[in-house]
């Protein structure tokens, strides 16, 4: 589950708030999932605040310190591909800044986000990501299609880098720390050897309708039929499909004339898994749907046909329902609505909320003269995270990435945690971890 943030829910697209499609975005999703805001105080982006004059702290040496604040900066895709896409990484970031700096800051500093639009352009992004390294503190928060394009800067000025990427080039770069560290191929297997414990007559006849987006070289199939196939599952179907498919049918008749009795759907985004469910009810194909987080958003909207869908993730439900037992929902829920009342609480708004959550635990130990060579040596010690409670534990230290999970069923509308259910935590056993090492069986 670790190839794409945040457990089976790393490829989850941000729903339109009056800013584009969902059709358009779930499509640009697809390539997103095969890879897994407003200024503080200000109403309006900065635009790279260096260290000038007798007012810096420290030196030239450490840019975006001042004696009063601390500007990082980030980068994500905004305006293009769709409009709004990835917005949430930005405002996740905003507003847990926000949250600390109504609490004074950081060691009597400020924090403030330079927000940088990646235009979908590969040139954008590289001239931001030096304007950035030659301005601003670190990176923290954002996502972007086309983030590898960042890496050279951030390698040149040893930036230090605290944010989810999906370029599998800087999942092992020196100078990245993610509160949801990935592994190029890795997925946990606790998930599968559980729904194998709880339908185990639905696991010998298994459908699959993943995606073969161009993040990466290996598409779903490929994938889960390596790791299924290793724990006992069978197939009787699969098609990997194109960004732009936005009906199933086809699909759903040849399963149901195979007698698939699982349906497999972990790359794709919330609106396209309504549409599978409901495709699913229409042509009569009684089958369980097993998903991942994806279907965790209210994209996903399929009325009655929805209702038994399965999905698993390492994040608590952070759309509200998890609010009365993790007590960190509710703090997430309230803050980004604060700094923007339209967010969709989408799972890249909680990545900038957890990784500047990260940013922030490791710039605390810094002190009064902060720079990046403190800052680096800070996020060398955190071997521990889940932000308070809002992920499974991981080693952002290490690169290591968690390994629990929860299990969810929709029914009538809503999502609720079923067993096995730790209530207010994870479930880690049994858990496991598919690297990319892994030889199984190839199609």
């Not at 972007?144 to 040893?158: F, P, R, T, Y």
């Not at 559980?194 to 298994?206: E, G, H, I, L, R």
């Not at 995270?385 to 929860?406: E, H, M, R, V, Y």
Request: proline share 5%.
């Amino acid at each position: 589950m670790n190839r794409r943030p945040g457990g089976w829910a790393r490829g989850v697209v941000r729903q339109p708030n009056q800013k584009g499609s969902a059709v358009g975005k779930s499509r640009v999703q697809r390539l997103v999932s095969y890879g897994l805001g407003l200024a503080v105080g200000s109403g309006a982006i900065s635009l790279g605040i260096g260290v000038t004059g007798a007012g810096a702290a420290g030196s030239a040496a450490t840019p975006g310190v001042t004696a009063k604040t601390i500007t990082v900066g980030s980068i994500s895709d905004i305006s293009a591909p769709l409009p709004g896409l990835f917005e949430g990484a930005k405002v996740g970031t905003d507003a847990y800044f926000a949250m600390i700096n109504s609490e004074g800051g950081v060691n009597g500093r400020k924090l403030i986000l330079d927000g940088r639009d990646s235009a979908f352009s590969s040139g954008t992004v590289a001239n931001a990501a030096k304007s950035i390294a030659a301005n601003d503190f670190a990176i923290v928060g954002g996502f972007s299609l086309v983030d590898g394009s960042e890496q050279a800067a951030i390698d040149a000025a040893k930036l230090p880098v605290v944010t989810q990427v999906l370029s599998p080039g800087l999942y092992t770069d020196p100078n990245l720390y993610s509160a949801v560290p990935l592994v190029v191929g890795g997925e946990e297997t606790g998930p599968f050897k559980w729904f194998k414990k709880t339908y185990p007559k639905d696991v010998t006849a298994v459908g699959l309708i993943g995606s073969n987006a161009a993040a990466t070289a290996i598409t779903a199939e490929q994938t889960y039929r390596n790791l299924t196939y290793s724990l006992g599952y069978k197939w009787l179907y699969a098609h990997d499909v194109g960004y732009t498919q936005t009906t199933f049918l086809p699909d759903m008749i040849k399963m149901k004339e195979a007698g698939v009795k699982m349906v497999l759907e972990i790359s794709q985004q919330g609106n396209y898994i309504s549409t599978m469910a409901q495709e699913m009810k229409q042509e009569g194909l009684g089958a369980v749907l097993f998903s991942g987080a994806e279907a965790y958003q209210q994209g996903f909207n399929p009325g009655s046909a929805g209702n038994g869908t399965i999905i698993t993730t390492s994040t608590a439900l952070y759309m509200g329902q998890d609010a009365k037992v993790v007590p960190a929902v509710a703090t997430f829920d309230k803050w980004a609505k604060k700094v923007d009342s339209q967010t969709q609480l989408d799972l890249y708004t909680l990545y900038g909320w957890i990784n500047a959550q990260l940013f922030v635990q490791a710039l605390k130990g810094t002190g009064a003269n902060p720079t990046r060579a403190s800052l680096d040596a800070q996020l060398n010690k955190i071997t521990s995270f889940n932000a308070d409670g809002l992920i499974t534990g991981s080693n952002p230290a290490k690169k290591i990435p968690g390994q629990c999970w929860i299990a969810a069923e929709y029914l009538n509308g809503t999502w609720k945690r079923i067993p096995p259910d730790p209530k207010t935590g994870f479930v880690c056993n049994p858990g496991g971890f598919y690297p990319k090492s892994y030889k199984g069986i190839s199609r």
